[in-house]
């Protein structure tokens, strides 16, 4: 890579946007930054609207460290410096314990040292102490920091981030159109294996939800989350609740444990699920539930007695088994392929020849591009005797190393908010016995490494 400076007419556009393409670069680089960023803090990517900010790092203290990102290609405006003074005046208000708060503009910032002329420089200073002022007024400080071309420049050449680098980049390499060219020679060469017209649903496509980590993966959680919390809502609405305090309240912390654990798994970068820790308090939560269902069935003489809420006895034991039930159906997703396979992302699928494992592998890949979640699927049989990852760039024409592949395509991921699965059909076919029994471990091995030191 050029390490004088950034081309930034040639960085890859992001829906359209090169504002939004920047914003996510920086975000990106935010992801994997380590200094001064202390050891257990939390990345979270924020949406539209963003409050102030595109990202941030929060410590297990609670402070903030958060990035906002303008594509300024000259020095700003006034109306451009009033358009940093709101977005940080938001941050300021709805992040109460923000302490650091870096700016990325795509410029760097001149001093010449004009007399009777402001630099950037010198507006930069006087806008930090305009902010600084405001922090104060709400009894807080903020520390200031300007990420301009050389500074994201100094990042983008460090080794980990040279395909990032290559994605944002090379705007002819892993565009949408990139991917389905390939898919598309991957099916051709797959031949009467796929029929496109056949669909059969089957369970194992659950697999590539978590896999994929894919919009619908995330959609499910929520589901289960707001299905828990109105079950455990209808019923907290019964005399139960007043009869059992103490059991309640033990089940209702275990119930919103669960709920917040959920809603702390993010999309960017993913965050695992912490299925251990929510199969204990899904299990904690159910045993509480059986002990108030004895106690309930125990003191209960008539299943026709009315409580001065309007519901019978019956209907109150009727909300505790319609929770138990949606607490069960958690554990049992938690035990699942889908939920596995979002946490650690490598799937061996075997099977019988003829049962049509080409087939889904090819329409996982085509539906995945029609959403547009990349994919890159290469055919085993296809493979000579040689190191793989060689001929994987040799297949998807590209000249880079394997590093860098590894790289750009978890940019790609990234700016779309999915995995990119890298599919390989018919280990057992061609020289595939004397391949992939060296080399498939040690694949694996090299792409948890890449990713180890990337975040």
């Known amino acids: ?34 200094e001064n960023i202390p050891p257990g803090s939390r990345f ?32 700003p405006t006034a109306g451009q410096w009033k358009d940093l003074d709101k977005s940080f005046a938001k941050a300021l208000e709805k992040h109460r314990q923000l302490t650091r708060y870096i700016i990325c503009l795509p410029i760097d910032r001149p001093d010449p040292k004009i007399e009777g002329a402001q630099s950037f420089m010198d507006r930069w200073k006087t806008h930090v102490e305009k902010w600084k002022q405001r922090a104060r007024q709400t009894g807080r400080q903020v520390d200031f920091e300007y990420w301009g071309q050389s500074e994201l420049l100094k990042r983008l050449a460090l080794e980990k981030h040279h395909g990032r680098h290559l994605f944002w980049f090379s705007r002819e390499l892993f565009t949408t159109e990139w991917f389905k060219n390939r898919l598309d020679i991957a099916i051709a060469d797959a031949g009467p294996r796929y029929f496109p017209t056949i669909n059969v649903d089957l369970p194992v496509r659950e697999c590539f939800r978590g896999l994929g980590r894919t919009p619908d993966l995330y959609d499910h959680m929520d589901r289960r989350r707001g299905e828990i919390r109105r079950a ?56 509480t539930l059986g002990e108030i269902g004895r106690a ?22 009727h ?38 494992k080409t087939h889904l592998l090819c329409d996982v890949a085509r539906k995945r ?16 005797v040689d190191e793989p990852w060689t001929q994987c ?58 990713l180890s030191r990337a975040e």
């Open 1 to 34: 890579m050029d390490n004088s400076s950034l081309d930034w007419h040639r960085l890859r556009p992001l829906e359209g946007s090169l504002p939004k393409a920047f914003e996510e670069l920086c975000a990106q680089l935010a992801a994997s930054e380590t």
């Open 393 to 450: 760039l040799t297949f998807l024409g590209l000249s880079c190393s394997v590093d860098i592949l590894l790289g750009a395509l978890n940019s790609v991921g990234q700016s779309r908010g999915v995995r990119v699965l890298f599919l390989i059909d018919a280990l057992n076919e061609g020289e595939g016995v004397n391949i992939w029994n060296k080399h498939l471990a040690g694949m694996l091995a090299r792409i948890a490494a890449y």
């Open 232 to 287: 455990l809502n209808d019923f907290r609405y019964s005399k139960l609740e007043g009869e059992h305090g103490d059991l309640f309240e033990k089940l209702r912390n275990a119930v919103v444990h669960i709920g917040d654990d959920l809603a702390l798994v993010q999309t960017s970068p993913p965050a695992p699920i912490p299925i251990s820790g929510l199969k204990a308090l899904t299990q904690e939560a159910l045993r």
């Open 44 to 75: 979270e990517r924020k949406g539209s609207p963003d409050a102030g900010i595109e990202c941030y790092w929060e410590a297990p203290s609670g402070d903030i460290i958060a990035w906002q990102a303008k594509f300024f290609r000259e020095t």
């Open 369 to 384: 591009e029609a959403l547009s979640q990349p994919s890159i699927l290469l055919l085993g049989q296809q493979f000579l």
């Open 319 to 356: 909300y505790l088994y319609k929770l138990k039930d949606v607490l069960e159906d958690l554990y049992d997703w938690l035990n699942s392929s889908d939920a596995l396979l979002a946490n650690v992302p490598a799937l061996l699928l075997v099977g019988d020849a003829g049962v049509g």
């Open 296 to 317: 309930t069935r125990d003191n209960t003489k008539s299943s026709a007695t009315v409580t001065d809420t309007g519901r019978s006895s019956d209907s109150d034991l």
